[in-house]
């Protein structure tokens, strides 16, 4: 796989520049918007932080709000990939029926021009976390492994589900339902160990494992749990492979059903 995408990497960068460029294309905020949603995210979660202070009587400091504006970016990269990518199929028949080439391309360039905006947002989050003195260590170096295992879960079920709408066209309804109720059950505006021994159900969702890792090197400054970086790393790895070998087995089958 990877050897057939380095072919045809020149098709992959243009795919991806093609999905950015048509998101922004006559934006008035142009990529100001890859910051907008993720603020709005933000502020959301602060408040329904800030509710939960105020009923339990403990202030809400500098840190909490941190740490839920340093996990809204990873999840909000999550949700907008799956979104784009279940479609990337099906919405460029002509690509798929006409022409060869290894058809992962087309959802991980949905997934690629989801990265840029998150790499833009990232920056931004980056300086407001010096602002506000959250400061940085040598637990930051777990960071790039954190972002390539929530890569690898992103590109898995990417190829899973692009594969399966193009089959059953109400998958992305499904994925839509699955991705809308999902943060209630992912800890992107709570910490998993508020809700005690209910902790570890929640942390079987890769997501919320990266996630809970991502919040402990980047804001408490403090190693990941090892055993849940453990698991999320076989889980990512399993997901793509699976993924992959899906796309891959039902690529012939394509054309025909498009």
């Given at each position: 796989?990877?050897?057939?995408?380095?072919?045809?990497?020149?098709?992959?960068f243009?795919?991806?520049?093609?999905?950015?460029?048509i998101r922004y294309?006559?934006?008035v905020?142009?990529?100001?918007w890859a910051?907008?949603?993720?603020?709005?995210?933000?502020?959301?979660g602060?408040i329904i932080?800030k509710?939960m202070?105020?009923v339990?009587?403990?202030p809400?400091?500098?840190?909490?709000?941190?740490?839920?504006?340093?996990?809204v970016?990873?999840?909000?990269?999550?949700?907008?990939s799956l979104?784009?990518?279940?479609?990337s199929?099906?919405?460029?028949?002509?690509?798929?029926?006409?022409?060869?080439f290894?058809?992962e391309?087309?959802?991980?360039a949905?997934?690629?021009?989801?990265?840029?905006?998150?790499?833009i947002?990232?920056?931004?989050?980056?300086i407001l976390?010096?602002?506000?003195?959250?400061?940085a260590?040598l637990?930051?170096?777990?960071?790039p492994?954190?972002l390539i295992?929530?890569?690898?879960f992103?590109?898995?079920?990417?190829?899973?589900?692009?594969?399966?709408?193009?089959?059953?066209?109400?998958?992305?309804?499904?994925?839509?339902?699955v991705?809308?109720?999902?943060?209630?059950?992912?800890?992107?505006?709570?910490?998993?160990?508020?809700?005690g021994?209910m902790k570890?159900?929640?942390?079987?969702?890769p997501?919320?494992?990266?996630?809970?890792?991502?919040?402990?090197?980047?804001?408490?400054?403090?190693?990941?749990?090892?055993?849940?970086?453990a698991?999320?790393g076989?889980?990512?790895?399993?997901i793509?492979?699976?993924?992959y070998?899906?796309?891959?087995?039902?690529?012939?089958?394509?054309?025909?059903?498009i």
């Amino acid at each position: 796989m990877f050897a057939e995408l380095f072919k045809y990497r020149d098709l992959l960068f243009m795919l991806t520049l093609r999905d950015i460029r048509i998101r922004y294309k006559q934006a008035v905020m142009g990529f100001v918007w890859a910051i907008f949603m993720p603020i709005i995210a933000v502020l959301a979660g602060i408040i329904i932080k800030k509710a939960m202070a105020i009923v339990s009587g403990k202030p809400m400091d500098m840190a909490s709000v941190a740490s839920i504006s340093v996990k809204v970016l990873p999840w909000t990269f999550f949700i907008s990939s799956l979104r784009l990518s279940v479609q990337s199929l099906v919405g460029n028949p002509n690509l798929v029926t006409k022409i060869y080439f290894p058809r992962e391309v087309l959802p991980l360039a949905s997934i690629l021009a989801c990265l840029f905006d998150f790499i833009i947002a990232s920056i931004a989050l980056f300086i407001l976390l010096m602002i506000i003195h959250i400061g940085a260590s040598l637990y930051l170096l777990w960071l790039p492994v954190l972002l390539i295992f929530l890569f690898l879960f992103t590109a898995g079920l990417g190829l899973l589900l692009s594969c399966a709408n193009l089959f059953f066209r109400d998958v992305k309804h499904i994925v839509e339902i699955v991705l809308m109720f999902g943060i209630f059950f992912t800890p992107v505006f709570y910490e998993a160990s508020t809700f005690g021994r209910m902790k570890n159900i929640l942390l079987l969702n890769p997501v919320g494992s990266i996630l809970e890792c991502i919040n402990s090197v980047v804001v408490l400054h403090k190693t990941p749990g090892m055993f849940w970086l453990a698991y999320a790393g076989i889980i990512s790895v399993l997901i793509f492979i699976l993924g992959y070998r899906f796309f891959h087995n039902k690529e012939s089958s394509f054309a025909e059903n498009i």
